[in-house]
C-alpha cells in the first residue's frame, strides 16, 4: 500500500544503526546531540546534491565513477570510525566517570569530536540519496499521490528511527558496565564490513580483482535482502557470498584498528590522571 | 582460516588472466520499470559486462543481493555494471525502486 515506506525503512535502516550505536559509545560526550544532528543534517543536503548529480557521477570514470564514488565514502567513513573508535579510547572512559566538567573542559580544545559529524553524515549520504532518488522518481510517475508518498515516507522514516532507538537503549540497558568497551567493538566490527563494501565497490569497478571469487556461500542459510541480513551487513559487514578480496580488507581492518584499540592505553581512572591531562 | 585464505589467495592468482580476456557483454533495456530480458544466460568463472539501458524516465537502482551489485540508473540513461566471475547457479536481480515489476534471474552455467 505504501512503498515509500518499504523503500525509505530499508535505506534509512543503515544509518539508524550507525546512529544507535555512535550515540551508545558517546554517552556523556557533551554536545554529542548537536553534533550527531549536525551530522544527520549534513548528511541530508548531500544527499540532494549527489541525488541531483548522479547521472554525473555515474558517467564519470569511464562509467564506474559511481562505484569509485561509494567505494571512497566508504574508505572515508572507515577512516572517521577508526578514529572514533582510537579517541574514545583516550578521552571516553573520564567522561564516562560522570566528571562533566572536566570532559567539558577536555572537549573544548579538541576539535577531534567533530569527526563524529563526518561519521553521521556519511552513513546518511549513499543511503539518503537513494531515497531522493526514488522519491522523486515516484513523484515523476504519478502512479500514487503525494500525501501516500510523503506518509509513507514518515511511516518507513519512523519505523528506522525505532531499530536504531532500541539499539541504543538496548545496548545502555545490557552492555551498562562495560559499554565504551562493548560499543568500541561494535564499531570496529562495523568498521571492518564498511572496508569489505568499500573493496566490492572497488571489485565492481574493475580497480581490484576479487582473489576468489566466492569464499563461500551462505545464502541458503541468510539471504542478504532478508531484513536481519541487511541488519546483520550493516553491523557485522554480513555478506553470504564475500569473495577473497573482502575478506583481506575486512580482517585488515579488523586486526588492525582491533590492536590499536587494544595495545594504546585508555585515561587512567585516578581522578589525578585526568586533572593531568 | 589460514588454509582457505591461502587457497583464496591461491585462486586469486590463478584465474587473474581470466579478467585479461574479452569480457561478454549483455543488454537489458528497463522500460514501465521492467527488464527486457529478464532471464540472461552466462558462462561460470568469467567476468561479464551487463549494459542497462533505462529507457523510463524515472531513476532506476539496479541490485541483485545474489551477486552483490548496486548502482543507480538515472532515467533515460545506461549505465554499466560489471559482475562476478560467478559460480554456477541462479542469480536474482531486481530494480530496488520497482520491486513488484522489476524483477530477473541470471543463469550461470
Redesign the interface.
Known amino acids: 500500500m505504501f512503498?515509500t515506506a518499504?523503500?525509505v525503512f530499508?535505506e534509512i535502516i543503515e544509518v539508524a544503526l550507525v546512529i544507535g550505536i555512535v550515540m551508545a559509545a558517546t554517552v556523556g560526550l557533551p554536545g554529542r546531540f548537536k553534533l550527531v544532528l549536525g551530522g544527520l543534517g549534513l548528511g541530508v543536503l548531500g544527499s540532494v546534491v549527489i541525488a541531483f548529480f548522479?547521472?554525473s557521477i555515474?558517467?564519470a570514470i569511464d562509467?564506474?565513477g559511481?562505484?569509485i564514488f561509494n567505494a571512497a565514502v566508504m574508505f572515508v567513513a572507515v577512516g572517521f570510525l577508526s578514529w572514533t573508535v582510537i579517541w574514545m579510547k583516550t578521552h571516553g572512559r573520564q567522561l564516562a566517570q560522570n566528571i562533566k566538567a572536566v570532559g567539558a573542559d577536555v572537549m573544548r580544545g579538541d576539535r577531534s569530536v567533530y569527526v563524529l559529524v563526518g561519521v553521521i553524515a556519511l552513513a546518511t549520504f549513499r543511503e539518503g540519496?537513494?531515497i531522493v532518488?526514488?522519491t522523486?522518481?515516484?513523484l515523476?510517475?504519478g502512479a500514487f499521490p503525494i500525501s501516500e508518498i510523503v506518509l509513507g515516507g514518515v511511516i518507513g522514516g519512523l519505523g528506522g528511527a525505532v531499530i536504531g532507538l532500541m539499539l541504543y537503549m538496548g545496548l545502555l540497558r545490557a552492555a551498562q558496565k562495560h559499554l565504551f568497551t562493548v560499543t568500541s567493538w561494535m564499531l570496529i566490527v562495523l568498521t571492518a564490513g564498511m572496508a569489505a563494501q568499500g573493496a566490492?565497490f572497488l571489485i565492481?569497478?574493475?580497480v581490484l580483482?576479487?582473489?576468489?571469487?566466492?569464499?563461500w556461500?551462505t545464502?541458503a542459510i541468510l539471504?542478504?535482502?532478508s531484513f536481519l541480513?541487511e541488519t546483520l551487513k550493516v553491523l557485522v559487514g554480513y555478506?553470504?557470498?564475500p569473495t577473497?578480496?573482502e575478506?583481506v580488507f575486512y580482517s585488515a581492518v579488523l586486526l588492525s584498528v582491533g590492536v590499536i584499540y587494544k595495545v594504546i592505553g585508555g585515561v587512567k581512572k585516578q581522578p589525578s590522571a585526568v586533572a593531568a591531562e | 582460516m589460514k588454509k582457505?585464505?591461502l587457497?583464496?589467495?591461491a585462486?586469486?592468482l590463478f584465474?587473474?588472466p581470466v579478467?585479461a580476456g574479452e569480457v561478454p557483454e549483455y543488454n537489458i533495456v528497463i522500460k514501465d520499470h521492467k527488464f527486457t530480458p529478464d532471464e540472461i544466460r552466462a558462462p561460470a568463472?568469467q567476468k561479464i559486462k551487463l549494459v542497462v539501458d533505462n529507457q523510463d524516465?524515472?531513476?532506476?537502482?539496479f541490485e541483485s543481493?545474489?551477486?552483490?551489485?548496486e548502482?543507480?540508473?538515472?532515467?533515460n540513461?545506461k549505465?554499466?555494471?560489471?559482475v562476478?566471475?560467478?559460480?554456477p547457479g541462479k542469480y536474482h536481480f531486481f530494480g530496488?525502486?520497482n520491486?513488484?515489476s522489476a524483477n530477473g534471474t541470471l543463469y550461470v552455467e
Open positions: 512503498p518499504t523503500i530499508r548522479t547521472d555515474s558517467q562509467g564506474v559511481q562505484e540519496a537513494e532518488l526514488f522523486y522518481g515516484m515523476a510517475s566490492n565492481a569497478a574493475g580483482p576479487p582473489l576468489h571469487p566466492q569464499v556461500d545464502s539471504s542478504g535482502g541480513g555478506t553470504p557470498r577473497g578480496m575478506l | 582457505l585464505f587457497t583464496a589467495v585462486f586469486g584465474s587473474a579478467f568463472g524516465p524515472t531513476p532506476e537502482e543481493d545474489d551477486f552483490r551489485r548502482k543507480i540508473i538515472a532515467g540513461s549505465a554499466t555494471i560489471f562476478g566471475p560467478l559460480e530496488e525502486f520491486l513488484d
